[in-house]
């Protein structure tokens, strides 16, 4: 059997110098540059070995073929999608957990306890309700909506008197759910998994900044109700992927109380940015939503991945998931019986370490520190932004989210448009700040995501400057190419 020696810890002390160098060259370098064919290959073509190799040569490879190819988002200038910057007390975390390796489904061992307390800590956090029980970490949003959306179609089917579990979907009227064209796809890909049926999400009216129009609901709920469908859940958002719009809590859930729907928040980037004294009155409500999911992965910067359900009522997540085969009966569990009651998975990974660490080593206050600097900042882009004549503000910030397009004066629509969609990959191409774009109402834009509490003002500068360059290039090329 293999033991602890002396070439696994001289291996180990060299890996911690190979990532303390790889996180202090990050601001130093190109955000992300595309890989060259050779570099992609060593990585393709690799052959599975015979023979194995020890661990400095495993570390040689890691080094000389990972390493130097990121993603890009441990980058201050890196605003791309919603991809954070790993705290460092997460990374360590994450080499604990898996030496011990625990599988967090159930029982008597310290990270079982671990989680209940760093899901209650994200509940705190949030400010949302958490009796026992009342959630768990997942892979991320996309499984944690798929969690609380199952809960939510059980409890609608049994208040219809139908037992989901046993008989399935077929022969009930449809239950119908209700979001805005600005939600996540993982919404609709929950709907889909879940045998909703994406005709019975139904899209409800926004307002001219993307929230949630509550008459609009309302209207919808009626018309279903009279065409005998069920109409059984609302999604809202605590900030879009697109704009960072949060949607109206309080009177989405005045209705969805009045008509018995399910209310969920997709708080997957933004349920954090409650922590902002400044932006927090926009988050009136989310405490009352039936179920929230949001991502530690994104905001906070626990390393990848690590996504969360929070429910109002843990009954209702163990009614839908519980089942204990017998050779997973274990006295030791508790009233509250095992994580893998509560979801999907039954084999699950150690995920709280990293959660616990993250938040440890900044306690709550720089955590909302945190939260509140990328806040600010995005303020103060979007108001360069709407102070350029170069440039178009497209959405209030009301997050950590910039929508904004490069549309100097003179450039036509079609023309815009066309230079917009291609703006993001000129960016990125010139590796000195990365940022993504999307399609918002129609219209191409760039979307920048400050979730980096290192980035500053200087990196913020460089990102518009790089935007108006790249900007004026494809300019000059559509205009000799016409
Ligand atoms: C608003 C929103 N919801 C849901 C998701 C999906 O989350 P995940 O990628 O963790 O599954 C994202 C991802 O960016 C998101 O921004």
Request: aromatic share 6%.
């Amino acid at each position: 059997m293999w033991r602890v020696d002396d070439d696994f810890r001289s291996a180990a002390l060299a890996a911690a110098e190979l990532v303390a160098d790889y996180l202090d060259g990050l601001p130093g370098r190109p955000v992300w540059e595309p890989m060259d064919p050779a570099a992609r290959s060593a990585l393709l073509d690799l052959e599975l070995p015979e023979e194995g190799a020890d661990f400095a040569a495993l570390l040689k490879t890691v080094e000389e073929r990972v390493m130097p190819h990121p993603m890009g988002n441990g980058s201050p200038r890196f605003f791309g999608w919603v991809n954070s910057a790993p705290q460092p007390a997460g990374v360590l975390a994450a080499l604990a957990a898996s030496a011990m390796n625990p599988s967090s489904a159930g029982g008597d061992h310290a990270d079982v306890h671990l989680e209940r307390a760093v899901v209650r800590w994200i509940a705190e956090l949030v400010g949302f309700p958490h009796p026992a029980g009342g959630g768990l970490l997942t892979s991320g949003t996309s499984m944690a909506t798929i969690v609380c959306l199952a809960a939510a179609r059980n409890r609608a089917a049994r208040t219809a008197g139908w037992d989901v579990r046993a008989d399935g979907l077929a022969g009930m009227p449809p239950l119908v759910g209700y979001v805005t064209g600005e939600a996540h796809s993982c919404v609709r890909k929950a709907a889909e998994l879940l045998g909703l049926g994406s005709r019975h999400l139904r899209v409800v009216p926004t307002d001219a900044d993307g929230h949630l129009v509550v008459d609009g609901l309302r209207r919808a709920v009626a018309e279903d109700r009279a065409a005998g469908r069920l109409p059984f859940l609302v999604v809202a958002s605590a900030g879009t992927v697109g704009t960072g719009a949060v949607d109206p809590f309080g009177p989405i859930a005045d209705l969805a109380a009045a008509e018995g729907l399910w209310f969920h928040v997709d708080g997957a980037y933004g349920a954090f940015g409650v922590l902002d004294e400044e932006i927090r009155h926009r988050y009136a409500g989310m405490d009352r939503a039936d179920s929230l999911a949001l991502d530690p992965h994104k905001w906070l910067g626990v390393p990848v991945d690590c996504g969360c359900a929070l429910v109002r009522d843990a009954d209702e997540l163990r009614g839908t998931f519980s089942l204990v085969p017998s050779y997973l009966r274990d006295d030791a569990a508790g009233d509250l019986g095992w994580f893998s009651e509560y979801g999907t998975e039954q084999t699950r990974p150690f995920r709280s370490l990293k959660v616990w660490a993250s938040i440890a080593h900044r306690g709550r206050a720089g955590v909302a520190r945190d939260v509140a600097h990328c806040a600010a900042q995005a303020r103060r882009l979007g108001g360069w932004v709407d102070a350029d004549a170069d440039l178009e503000l497209l959405a209030p910030v009301e997050t950590s989210i910039v929508a904004f397009r490069y549309r100097p004066a003179g450039v036509d629509e079609e023309t815009a448009q066309r230079i917009n969609a291609r703006l993001p990959v000129a960016v990125q191409l010139r590796g000195r700040v990365f940022v993504t774009g999307a399609v918002y109402r129609g219209t191409e834009l760039l979307r920048a995501c400050l979730l980096n509490a290192s980035t500053t003002d200087a990196d913020l500068r460089l990102l518009l400057d790089e935007v108006k360059s790249a900007g004026a290039e494809l300019l000059a090329g559509a205009r000799t190419s016409n």
